[in-house]
Every structure is written in structure tokens, then in C-alpha cells.
């Protein structure tokens, strides 16, 4: 397919063009040449563009259009119809400016023909444009024939090299922004096309003819400008198949390095103390749990380090497998880390841990605190004490400095907290087993400061976990270099949260309803409608409703208050009031979306309930239903859109996580659930899921099928393909996208 010189219907001329605006720079670097290198393109609509992501000229071209326009071929003034679009090919003969009895209006009026006729043409505000409209000036109109004359809505001069660009033919609308109009971006893509030859071919010949693909020159050249939609579909699909396959084989490649020639701790054969653990629990493991630890101790008997996400919905249970694994490192003599995005979780975790290590205690088998760390087999036999230790930017220096001290000198034990644990100064001689909670919401460089903790270049044995459901797809896309295991299962004994959306009018029976279960001695949160972008107010909103309800619809009780902008302590302080009773209503914003267990809780009540995401309110609903009691969920919303009224029909009929997510991504599709960046999943140019399943799918067959063939993906013949593939998803770029 060879591009028309639009307008003139010549083919275009690439040689004359690549001359024109651009240095020449030796290959391959023009790519990635600065997009200032192009005509029009100064400091300031390069730093917009940056903002749009696109910085070289290669960003540029990858950037493609979201739609097409199709102009007509220009027809003669003597064919327009009254109130029709048409292009025009004109002369001008004659401008002048009209002023108006409106102050804020001009009008612009000039005199213009072609072989067929004359005709009038208007432009609105354009008073500038009069001095460029000499007689003999030639251009394109793209406008509307009306009574009073042809309304141009674009023009451009015949004398330009884009001329035809915007007003003929199918032309393609790329995103863009306040600063950075289509226009200006469709020219500088103009400008830029002919170098779409230096484009690099990432997918290897051979599958391109399996999968009868086009080069990636042809996509880029046919996306952007295309003879016929047919053919922009045809494009978008290869650069969007060229793009999940470059992902894909970025993504299992890195899980590929994560252990090459790098070796975990291989534990030994299970000495019985994590098991006797379990067997201390005052329940019996589901059969996904139970799965779940199975899995864990296959990973943990290879050399290979672990490298497990394990996901499950709140209350799933998630705890228990977890720190079964952490126990495993500790009764083999070593260290485990249990590491959470946010004090309040790192906080949370501790409390639970303690419990549950406590009740082991107490179920006798604990024996004296032994000093002398890893060593003899009969030591560990005799099942140490265990207890966890807390650490975080709050941990006092003196608890800070003895923790530091016994965890370099080998002590075995377990440690939960926040990104402090992975700070420099923080030195495991013998990290086993970490575990990394709401994985998403750390990076790639602090999971890779976490693998630094192993002890002596090796790596520690890695369990990830998510609260967060997500659809297959997006799990494979986003967690594509992980082993993945799911708790489906609830616990025993746990009935489903009964949920109700309700409006204003049913506010007194809502409190009704409350008064009467924290009588029978139950307690309940309330959640604050979620304010734009602005926690300061959020918390506001939360004090005064903690204080409406404390002076009126539950003055009989006591009324607690969490929200993100009370110090640590405060927030501690709350936290403990309500998971002790002492407090029967926590009133709280989202920061008790994660965290909080009281299984005593058994209502729910959130306000402004439409302007929460699904799975966010899955998340806090997973606050109650906890515990023995049948509990509840009370959402008042008022849905103004479809979608909002879609996810609250969901949450009420729905119960399962899973589903959930698959609801949400039918409802928003994966642009707006990959905006809110929960997932940590790269933004993708050319592909959009779940529409391009099917793609993602061949792709990831397609990497795993090369790797078959050569053994790795870092066989030398492969190399073109993973430098681009690092290029463009490697850790530092997905690093960057994720800041
Ligand atoms: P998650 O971390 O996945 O949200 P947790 O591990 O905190 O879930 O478990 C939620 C609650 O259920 C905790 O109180 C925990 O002790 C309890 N629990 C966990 N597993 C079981 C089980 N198999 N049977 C009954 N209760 C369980
Ligand atoms: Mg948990």
C-alpha cells in the first residue's frame, strides 16, 4: 500500500519528505529522535505531547488514531447542495473582514472559484486569516454550503505539503489534548510517516506468514492513513497482536530472569511446626485453602524461588495460607517478611498474626524462647516460641535498632510492615519467605529491593496476594510472569452479606434497622460518600457525619471516627476502640477498605453509594460478614447514569468477587480499569481488552511456542525481538507508566 500525496492523488514522494522537516540521523536512532525534530513541533506542544506520552518520534507514529473522519474527494462549487458537508478546491479572488453589530463576532468573507463556479466563503472569528487570503491563494474547504454563503469549517492551503490532510479523503482523529489539538498532531504524524520504514519488525517472519500478517511498517503507514476503514481495522489488529506479543514475551521473560542462574532457598521437607499450627486452628481449612498450601510447599521444595500470586476475595482466608508459608521458612531456621502497602494494614496484619500465633501457644505448643537462631534440627523440633515482630516508619528507634540487630544476626523470625522493611538499612541474614500484600500497589523496584533481601545473591521464595478479583484476561495480562492460585471458597459457616440499595426515603428504617442489631450487641461501620480528589474534605464530611449520628439517629451509642487524615496513632486508637467493642459505630471514609476485621461487625451502611467503583464496594462490604452473626449491607445511592445503576444492581445480586469483576469490565471495559492503574497493568496503544481476548490469548501461545523452539527467549536469534520487547514493556518503562 503506498500512501497517496494527499490531494494531488500522486503517490507520495517519501524521499522529498523525509528530506524536508527531518535531520536525517543515522538508523536505527531516528525513532527515537526527539518529536521537536519535526516542523511545528516547539518546546511547549512537546511537553504537551510528553504528557500524552509521546516524547520521540517512534511514540508518535505508535500513537494511533481512536477514529477516522471520512471527507469527501473535493467536488466543484456548481455540485453543492444547500446544507451539505463538502470539500472544495478553491482560488481566492478577494477577502474582507465584516464587522459585526456583535462585539465578540467577526466575519470573515471571501470571494472564491473554481472551474465549475463562485461562491462565497464565511469563516466565523478568523479576522487573522484575511491577510493569508491574497487573490490567488489556493485551498482546500471543508465546510457546509448555506444561504448566506459555504461556512468553512477547515481549510488549508494548496500550497502546503499537507495540503488535502485535514479536509479530504478518510481522515484520521488521534487523541488529543487541551493544548495539543488533532490537527496539529495529525500534521506532525504526516511528517513523521514516511519514517514508519525504520519501524522496527518485532514479530518474526515466520509467524507473520502463519498468522498472514503485514509488516509493521504497512500497519503503521494503513492505521493512520488508511485507503478504506477495512483496511484501519486490519492495521490496528496487527499493531494491537504486535503489541500483547511484545508484552507477553516481556512479561515471561522477566519472570524468566527473576530466576535464572538466581537460586531460592529450598526448604526441606516440612518439620511440623506450621503444620501443628494449622492443626491448632480453632477451624478446619477449606478445601481451596488446603489447595492453596499444597501448592506453596511444592514451590518451596524447588531451588527455583517462588514466585505465587495468590488471590482472594476479602475473607477468603488469605491469612492463614500466608502465614502457614512464613511459618515454613521459620521452622527450617530461617526469616520470613510479610510486607503491606499502608500502616494501617501493615498494623492490621500484626494484630491478626499475634492472635493467631497466640493461639497456638495456647494450645501448648510453644516451648522456651530458644536464642541461638538457625541450627540444630532438634532445636526446631521442640516448635520455638513464635511471635511477629512489627516494623514501620512509626516502630520507635530503640525497638528499630534491637529488631535490625536480631534479624542480621540470623534470629529466626517473622516480621510484618510497611516499606520500611525493604529500606537499606534493614538486613535479613536469611530471608526465606516474603510476602507481599495488595501487590499492585507496589512497584517493580521495591519488589526488586525485596528480592535483594535474600540472604548471599539468593532470592527469597515470593507470595504475592490480592484482595482484588480481576477477569482472566486481565489476570493474564497483568500477572503473566506470576503462577497464580485462587480462593474461591468462603470459610465454613460463612452466609452472604445481604445487600440492599435504598434511597432517601428509606433512611429511618435504615436506622431502625441499625439501632436494633447493635441492641442485640452487633456493631456497624458507615461509610462517606467518596469526594472528588479531595481527602481533606472526605474527612470533614466523615467528622460531621460521626457527629450527626452520635447527637441523633444513634445517640444511645458510642460512635467512632476513621479517616485518612488522623495521625497513625489516632488512627490506631480508633480502630481499637471499635475492634474492642468499645466503640458500636465506626464512622469511616475508604481507608477502611482494607484491614479492618471485626468479625462482630455485621452492618453496613454506605452513603453516596453510586459514586463508588464496583469492586470498591465489594471491598468494603467485605468488611462485615465476618464473623458467626448474618450480616448486612445498606447502600443509599442514587444512580444518575446507566452504569451506576448497572453496578449497583450487581452488588446487590451479586456475591462472588469473581463475577463481580467480570461485570465491571462489561461495564467500563478495561480503558477506565486500567486508568485507575489498581492493576498494575501497562497502557496499551493499539490493543484494548477484554474486546482483543482472542489476540492476547494467540499471543501468549505464540511467546510460549517461540521459547519451546529456542530453548529461551534470550536466545541470541531472538534478540531484535526482546530488546523492543524491553523497550517498550520492559521493568523500567512499566515502571514509569506506573509512576
Ligand atoms: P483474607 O485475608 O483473605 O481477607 P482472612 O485470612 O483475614 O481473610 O480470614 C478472614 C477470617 O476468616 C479470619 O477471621 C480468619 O481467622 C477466618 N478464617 C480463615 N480461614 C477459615 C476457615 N477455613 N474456616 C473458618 N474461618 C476461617
Ligand atoms: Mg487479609
Not at 478546491?89 to 468573507?109: C, F, M, Y
Not at 488471590?311 to 508459608?325: D, I, R, Y
Amino acid at each position: 500500500y503506498v500512501p497517496r500525496a494527499l490531494g494531488s492523488g500522486e503517490p507520495l514522494d517519501r524521499e522529498r519528505l523525509l528530506a524536508a522537516p527531518l535531520k536525517t540521523l543515522p538508523r536505527p536512532t531516528i525513532l527515537d529522535a526527539p518529536i521537536t525534530k519535526l516542523r511545528g513541533a516547539g518546546p511547549k506542544l512537546a511537553e504537551a505531547a510528553a504528557e500524552m506520552g509521546i516524547s520521540s518520534l517512534g511514540d508518535l507514529l505508535r500513537h494511533l488514531p481512536r477514529g477516522y473522519r471520512d471527507r469527501a474527494e473535493p467536488v466543484g462549487l456548481a455540485e453543492l447542495k444547500l446544507g451539505e458537508e463538502a470539500t472544495v478546491k478553491v482560488e481566492v479572488s478577494r477577502a474582507k473582514v465584516r464587522p459585526t453589530r456583535r462585539r465578540r463576532l467577526t466575519i470573515l468573507e471571501a470571494d472564491v472559484s473554481d472551474a465549475t463556479g463562485q461562491a462565497k466563503a464565511i469563516w466565523f472569528n478568523r479576522a487573522w486569516l484575511a491577510d493569508r487570503l491574497q487573490p490567488g491563494t489556493r485551498l482546500f474547504l471543508h465546510g457546509k454550503l448555506e444561504k448566506r454563503g459555504f461556512n468553512v469549517a477547515e481549510h488549508e492551503f494548496l500550497d502546503s505539503s499537507e495540503a488535502g490532510l485535514h479536509t479530504t479523503g478518510i481522515v484520521p482523529v488521534h487523541a488529543a489534548s487541551e493544548r495539543l489539538r488533532p490537527q496539529r498532531i495529525r500534521e506532525w504524524v504526516w511528517q513523521a510517516i514516511p519514517l514508519a520504514r525504520h519501524a522496527i519488525e518485532p514479530v518474526p517472519g515466520r509467524l507473520r506468514r502463519e498468522l498472514r500478517m503485514t509488516g509493521a511498517e504497512d500497519a503503521l503507514v494503513a492505521s493512520h492513513f488508511p485507503p478504506d476503514g477495512h483496511a484501519a481495522e486490519a492495521a490496528r489488529e496487527r499493531l494491537a497482536f504486535e503489541e500483547l506479543f511484545l508484552y507477553q514475551a516481556a512479561l515471561v521473560s522477566r519472570r524468566g530472569r527473576r530466576v535464572s542462574g538466581k537460586r531460592g532457598i529450598r526448604l526441606p521437607e516440612p518439620d511440623g511446626q506450621a503444620a501443628a499450627w494449622i492443626d491448632s486452628l480453632p477451624f478446619e481449612l477449606t478445601g481451596d485453602q488446603r489447595r492453596a498450601i499444597d501448592e506453596i510447599d511444592e514451590d518451596l521444595a524447588e531451588a527455583q524461588p517462588m514466585q505465587r500470586l495468590l488471590m482472594g476475595e476479602v475473607g477468603s482466608g488469605k491469612t492463614v495460607v500466608c502465614v502457614h508459608a512464613m511459618l515454613r521458612a521459620i521452622e527450617a531456621g530461617h526469616q520470613a517478611a510479610l510486607m503491606a502497602p499502608t500502616e494501617t494494614l501493615a498494623e492490621q496484619h500484626f494484630r491478626t498474626l499475634e492472635v493467631l500465633l497466640a493461639a497456638h501457644h495456647e494450645t501448648g505448643c510453644s516451648s522456651p524462647p530458644h536464642e541461638t537462631g538457625r541450627s540444630s534440627r532438634s532445636a526446631l523440633a521442640s516448635h520455638p516460641r513464635i511471635t511477629a515482630t512489627l516494623l514501620t516508619s512509626a516502630t520507635p528507634a530503640g525497638r528499630r535498632r534491637a529488631l535490625l540487630d536480631s534479624l542480621a544476626a540470623g534470629q529466626p523470625q517473622l516480621v510484618v510492615g510497611t516499606h520500611a522493611l525493604i529500606e537499606e538499612a534493614v538486613q535479613f541474614s536469611s530471608l526465606a519467605v516474603a510476602v507481599v500484600d495488595e501487590q499492585h500497589r507496589f512497584g517493580v523496584r521495591q519488589r526488586a529491593a525485596l528480592d535483594a533481601k535474600g540472604p548471599g545473591g539468593r532470592l527469597p521464595h515470593v507470595l504475592h496476594m490480592t484482595a482484588t478479583p480481576i477477569p482472566r484476561t486481565l489476570s493474564l495480562t497483568a500477572y503473566g510472569d506470576l503462577d497464580t492460585t485462587a480462593l474461591h471458597e468462603l470459610p465454613a459457616g460463612r452466609r452472604p452479606i445481604r445487600t440492599r440499595v435504598v434511597d432517601e426515603e428509606s433512611r429511618p428504617a435504615a436506622y431502625d434497622f441499625i439501632r436494633a442489631r447493635l441492641r442485640e450487641g452487633r456493631q456497624a461501620f458507615v461509610v462517606c460518600p467518596l469526594v472528588a480528589d479531595s481527602e481533606a474534605v472526605q474527612a470533614k464530611a466523615a467528622e460531621a457525619e460521626a457527629k450527626r449520628l452520635a447527637a441523633t439517629d444513634l445517640r444511645d451509642f458510642r460512635v467512632a471516627l476513621l479517616h485518612g487524615q488522623m495521625s497513625s496513632e489516632q488512627k490506631g486508637r480508633a480502630m481499637e476502640a471499635f475492634a474492642s467493642g468499645e466503640a458500636d459505630v465506626l464512622v469511616a471514609t475508604t481507608v477502611i477498605e482494607v484491614g479492618i476485621d471485626v468479625p462482630n461487625a455485621t452492618v453496613m451502611l454506605v452513603e453516596g453509594a453510586e459514586r463508588f467503583g464496583l469492586s470498591q464496594l465489594h471491598q468494603l462490604r467485605g468488611r462485615v460478614g465476618r464473623g458467626e452473626h448474618e450480616s448486612f449491607c445498606i447502600l443509599f445511592g442514587d444512580p444518575e447514569s446507566d452504569a451506576a445503576r448497572a453496578r449497583l444492581d450487581a452488588i446487590a445480586e451479586e456475591g462472588d468477587g469473581f463475577a463481580l469483576a467480570e461485570v465491571d469490565l462489561s461495564i467500563r471495559g478495561e480503558g477506565e480499569i486500567l486508568g485507575t492503574r489498581q492493576h498494575g497493568l501497562p497502557r496499551f496503544r493499539a490493543a484494548t481488552l477484554p474486546e482483543d481476548t482472542a489476540l492476547l490469548l494467540e499471543a501468549r501461545r505464540r511467546v510460549l511456542e517461540l521459547r519451546e523452539r529456542h530453548g529461551s527467549l534470550e536466545a541470541a536469534s531472538l534478540g531484535p525481538l526482546m530488546d523492543e520487547a524491553r523497550r517498550r514493556f520492559g521493568d523500567e518503562r512499566s515502571e514509569q507508566i506506573a509512576a
